[in-house]
T-cell receptor, first 116, second 109 residues
Framework: NAGVTQTPKFRILKIGQSMTLQCTQD?????MYWYRQDPGMGLKLIYY???????DKGEVPNGYNVSRSTTEDFPLRLELAAPSQTSVYFC???????????????FGPGTRLLVL | RKEVEQDPGPFNVPEGATVAFNCTYS??????FFWYRQDCRKEPKLLMS???SGNEDGRFTAQLNRASQYISLLIRDSKLSDSATYLC??????????FGAGTRLFVKA
């Protein structure tokens, strides 16, 4: 298994440009997440999905959109890039059984985004 | 008050030392607790889950104190390879995942 893969690894955007960060997992996980990590800070949850067709906002959703048309893919869309969105973006996935319980999140290698 | 707070660090310790990290959380309804490790410019990786009864994995011991709302991580016999940032993660009600800002550990020869 490749696990969680993210593309691109690094991108420079101009203010106002748009882009999509790609995330794919091959572990058949039902849950997927997008986080951002600013320098010296912890990860903040942007959006998450509990299954195909279902998404919900996390702590910092403004300026982003997501979709989950398949179990494997969970792209993150930036419509109008702003300098405040300069960050490292991590995608993660996990499997949670219907009965609940603790779940391990597996992270992709991250996408480093610079908005100038 | 932050929802999850960790020791500010950095911790600088010699090889072989024992080091302990603490993490406090504000939501008493929090359900799941973890320690993740993050190397420089890499993604976080699960170090260990934290159970109410406490749990141990080799040189690492995790404890949970629900009454005081804190979790801890103890590393015995520190190795150079333990140098990393350790992230406390709390999952609360409503599927809310909160990461602490992390504590940096430097283990020196």
């Amino acid at each position: 298994n490749a696990g969680v893969t993210q593309t691109p690894k690094f991108r420079i955007l101009k203010i106002g440009q748009s882009m999509t960060l790609q995330c794919t997992q091959d572990m058949n996980h039902n849950y997927m997440y997008w986080y951002r990590q600013d320098p010296g800070m912890g990860l903040k949850l942007i959006y998450y999905s509990v299954g195909a067709g279902i998404t919900d906002k996390g702590e910092v959703p403004n300026g982003y959109n997501v979709s989950r048309s398949t179990t494997e893919d969970f792209p993150l869309r930036l419509e109008l890039a702003a300098p405040s969105q300069t960050s490292v973006y991590f995608c993660a996935s996990s499997y949670l059984e219907s009965g609940g319980g603790q779940e391990t999140q597996y992270f992709g290698p991250g996408t480093r985004l610079l908005v100038l | 008050r932050k929802e999850v707070e960790q020791d500010p660090g950095p911790f600088n310790v010699p090889e072989g030392a024992t080091v302990a990290f603490n993490c406090t959380y504000s939501n008493s309804a929090s359900q799941s607790f973890f320690w993740y490790r993050q190397d420089c410019r890499k993604e976080p990786k699960l170090l260990m889950s934290v159970y109410s009864s406490g749990n141990e994995d080799g040189r690492f011991t995790a404890q949970l104190n629900r009454a005081s709302q804190y979790i801890s991580l103890l590393i015995r016999d520190s190795k150079l390879s333990d140098s990393a940032t350790y992230l406390c993660v709390v999952i609360g009600g409503g599927f809310k995942t909160i990461f602490g800002a992390g504590t940096r550990l430097f283990v020196k020869a």
